[in-house]
């Protein structure tokens, strides 16, 4: 597996708070944001952090509390059958998502998520949001 980018999400409810906190003191860009989940990239380097609401109606893949771990691959159908064929459990079945990712999710051993996905356009709709945050 070649890792593209590497992305911590964490579960909270404290999401403005969360942002603000690696903006000011680490330097975090802001790439996205609604009012349940916010993405930011790590200044100079292909790494990220996201905060996501532990309830919501938008996602149905995370109803818990903790880290979700993230991986952005080059081959994401490859990668799903080489997992499913190894045995490892499909927590989330190969889907592609509104906001641009073709991804699909497994439980690592402590039941933290593992997302792994690739980058496909977004809907037209996710598209007009993205954007708004792109610098001028």
Known sequence: MK?????????????????????KHFGFQLVYESDWYIELLAPGMAAGISFTKPQRDAGDFFHGTGIIVSLEVEDVDDEYRRLKESGVEIFQE????PWGERSFVVND?????VYI???IPPTPEYQVVYESFKKA
């Open 3 to 23: 890792i593209k980018r590497f992305d911590t999400t964490i579960s909270t409810d404290k999401l403005i708070e969360s942002r603000d906190f690696y903006m």
């Open 109 to 113: 051993p402590t039941g933290v998520h």
């Open 117 to 119: 996905y690739k980058s």
């Open 94 to 97: 190969l889907q592609d998502k």
